[in-house]
């Protein structure tokens, strides 16, 4: 049973440059989140897709902006990189919109220089 | 002040030990409570789901809900060095509440078990 991927592993990018984060859900699964997790901080939620519509919103600008395809994947596209975006993207699949049971795999580390 | 309050530790226990870990909340309206283990440089991973008030057991694992004092507890028993991770409690709002579905992370607890 496949867990939920994600790519890359890890990325450097600079100030001002744009990133493409992917991620593919747990076999079965439908709805995807998305969580910034700062160094020792938990996970910030940025948003959740559904029926490849954005659902939710957590307090993130507007430089973050998202996609889901019909084969239930998930793209995370972050504008205009500032340091302070130098985090672990986690993403979290499950099965409806709403649900609270997530899981999550393994994160892109991106460091912003 | 921050919905979610946990201790951040760190935590240093002798193996075989009973570990305790706890998260206060200011939010009201949650319902749902998840513990999640987060080993180093790796995804949450689910531990342990509960609704409400009241306790679940799951092997060495306990997990309590006092909703009434906004306090949500897990006990490990015969902690392992394997166990040694960092500990994140996670809330969710009750269905048709607004948010339903988006997660609220405590910072997370370092844990170390010590042979």
């Known amino acids: 049973d496949a867990g939920v991927t994600q790519s890359p592993t890890h990325l450097i990018k600079t100030r001002g440059q744009q990133v493409t984060l992917r991620c593919s859900p747990k076999?079965?699964?439908?709805?995807v989140s998305w969580y910034q997790q700062a160094l020792g901080q938990g996970p910030q939620f940025i948003f959740q897709?559904?029926?490849?519509?954005?659902?939710q919103r957590g307090n993130f600008p507007d430089r973050f902006s998202g996609h889901q395809f019909p084969n239930y994947s998930s793209e995370l596209n972050v504008n205009a990189l500032l340091l302070g975006d130098s985090a672990l993207y986690l993403c979290?699949?499950?099965?409806?919109?709403?649900?609270?049971?997530?899981?999550f795999g393994p994160g892109t580390r991106l460091t912003v220089t | 002040q921050k919905e979610v309050e946990q201790d951040p530790g760190p935590l240093s226990v002798p193996e075989g030990a009973i570990v305790s870990l706890n998260c206060t909340y200011s939010?009201?309206?949650?319902?749902?409570f998840m513990w999640y283990r987060q080993y180093s440089r790796k995804g949450p991973e689910l531990l342990m789901y509960?609704?409400?008030?009241g306790n679940k057991e799951d092997g060495r694992f306990t997990a309590q809900v006092d909703k009434s004092s906004k306090y949500i507890s897990l006990f490990i028993r015969d902690s392992q060095p394997s166990d040694s991770a960092t500990y994140l409690c996670?809330?969710?709002?009750?269905?048709?509440?607004?948010?339903?579905?988006?997660?609220?992370f405590g910072q997370g607890t370092i844990l170390t078990v010590h042979p």
């Open positions: 996670a809330m969710s709002v009750d269905a048709g509440g607004t948010s339903y579905g988006k997660l609220t």
């Open positions: 076999s079965g699964h439908d709805t």
């Open positions: 509960t609704y409400s008030s």
């Open positions: 939010n009201s309206a949650f319902q749902y």
């Open positions: 897709y559904y029926e490849e519509e954005e659902r």
């Open positions: 979290a699949s499950s099965l409806g919109a709403g649900v609270n049971e997530q899981y």
